[in-house]
């Protein structure tokens, strides 16, 4: 079965630093990985995508991740965080056999100022 | 415009009663989704229909019924509600099957006493 793990419930940042939130993947064949962003309150948006080609995938708001088969990773990075970036992260995997979106437990990012 | 929207936004009824959820779209989209987020932030899909057609029937209790009277519409009905099924509930809609971006509505609190 497809699924994707996220280890960290919350990872906390200062405004200005680079920030990673992490997601690992479990797969059967080439992965169609995403990562989604949930504001307080509101629905997800979608941030960005691998489907094939670049391993470095750019998404948005400065968002981009970074595809790494030999580690089965997928960690979503942006260069100087801001206060704003505060929400509930969601990596997720499309299962190719039922389409289905399989998404991780999510991870609380907190940008201190 | 509101790309997803979903009505009622809070929905606090007592055990046993029936409610529906409504959800439109107005991206012209042939895909639409009803997702289930718990109090933990787990998010999991229920049903997607294609073009008005069943696609995903996840395993949920038979007193949740989607009904799909046009692609840009597709509602929720629950009977007989219980108070387990209180959570958040999303409506999302994609292109097609094959695209991979979903867009998220705001989401129905549901509260069941």
């Given amino acids: 079965a497809q699924s994707v793990a996220q280890p960290e419930d919350q990872v906390n940042v200062a405004e200005g630093n680079p920030l990673t939130v992490k997601c690992t993947y479990s797969v059967s064949g080439n992965p169609y990985l995403f990562w989604y962003v949930q504001y307080p309150n509101r629905g997800l948006q979608f941030l960005l995508k691998y489907i094939t080609g670049d391993n470095l995938v750019k998404g948005s708001y400065g968002f981009e991740a970074e595809f790494n088969k030999s580690q089965t990773s997928f960690h979503l990075k942006k260069p100087s965080a801001l206060v704003s970036d505060s929400a509930l992260y969601f990596c997720a995997v499309r299962d190719r056999d039922t389409d289905k979106l399989i998404f991780g437990t999510g991870t609380r990012l907190q940008v201190f100022p | 415009d509101t790309a997803v929207s979903q009505t009622p936004k809070y929905l606090v009824t007592q055990m046993g009663n ?61 009977n007989s509600l219980e108070l387990g099924d209180s959570a958040v509930y999303f409506c999302a809609s994609s292109q097609d099957l094959t695209v991979h971006e979903q867009y998220f509505g705001p989401g129905t609190r549901l509260t069941v006493t």
């Fill in chain 2, 18 to 78: 029936d409610k529906s959820i409504k959800c439109e779209q107005n991206l012209g989209h042939d895909t639409m989704y009803w997702y289930k987020q718990d109090s933990k932030k787990f998010l999991k899909i229920m049903f997607s229909y294609n073009n008005k057609e069943l696609i995903i029937n996840e395993t949920v209790p038979n007193r949740f019924s989607p009904k799909s009277p046009d692609k840009a519409h597709l509602n929720l009905h629950i």
